[in-house]
């Protein structure tokens, strides 16, 4: 966004009057968080095109994007963040302005398993995005003379890069939360990948000019979420009539950020976020492990029928704690409230009751996921 644009008329923007479309390519936009993007972008600014390229691994559903499939000003593309050729096409095909980039190896237990995945795809993928972006962003800056304030041409376009709060490292229980300048100490292959890749987007800011942001965000729930996650995880057993299990004592604390309050700040960070810069995004709801497993235990007690096993707390069952388990994570999220303007809407109370809603009223969605191969993942993760 251009300097002669006052911050009003930027907010503007941000409510949908945009003088041009913006033409974004969504990585990892069939995944949980990228998927509620998407529903979200499409319904906020129908004029937008919107492109996704998802590579269907084992988190990637198409299914999570059938509502948006038909639309005229849609597009999906299979395929990797490591095909360099396939990305160089796409961003000249498409003229994409701007990347909206979430794909991502994103669970902690696999990459203590299996950490490999997570080197590719979180660094050398989002080192291959940055290149091929940033020579496809040189030949507009060339091409373009009258263009520099238009709002929403491609030259005020941005690499929004998704990241999470994992990258700082763990908090004890009188710690003051992460702010954007907390040191990075990663503790997992997956945060240590994800701090990679938030450093390759900050160089390519530095070293060449690229319009890169980087956002940290906490602990995301709410629709689409893959079984794996401690949310959809727990709605499923309880169906299932299955144990629930807790890492160590349960007194990990964490906050969580409801999926659509997330997606309104990644839309104030690329209307109103400036290059170069971190927005920390956090729900306010710090909660122990065990308080939330107890509430979505009474959530279900309430809304779902003929439960196998019922009050739904005596299928809690605590487990060995997973290597490297972060203690406490907490957001402050001051900047983005006062740069961006934007704050968290949903209690957890709130958001969690929506997402058992969801686990109810979807069950088409999730009962396919349950592969044999999943379950042996469960099985060999918690041992229960």
Known sequence: MTSSWSLEEKRAFVGGASLAPRRLLVTGGAGFIGSNFVHYWCSRYPGDRLVVLDALTYAGNRQNLALVDSRENFRFVEGNICDRQKIDILLQQEAIDTIVHFAAESHVDRSIIGPDAFIQTNVVGTFTLLEAFRQHWNGFLKDQTNSSDQIGSKQTGVFLHVSTDEVYGSLGPDDPPFTETTPYAPNSPYSASKAGSDHLARAYYHTYGLPTIITNCSNNYGSYHFPEKLIPLM??????????????????????????????????????????????????????????????CRLMDELAPNLPVRPCEQLIQFVKDRPGHDRRYAIDATKIKTELGWTPSVTVEEGLRQTVLWYLNNQDWWQPLLSEEYRAYYRQVYQV
Request: aromatic share 6%; hydrophobic share 40%.
């Open 235 to 296: 709605c499923i057993n309880i169906l299932l009539g299955k144990p629930l299990p807790v890492y160590g004592d349960g007194q990990n604390i964490r906050d969580w950020l409801y999926v659509g309050d997330h997606c309104r700040a990644l839309d104030a960070a690329i209307a109103l976020g400036k290059p170069g810069e971190t927005y920390n995004i956090g729900g306010n709801n710090e909660v122990k492990n065990i308080e939330l497993v107890r509430l979505l």
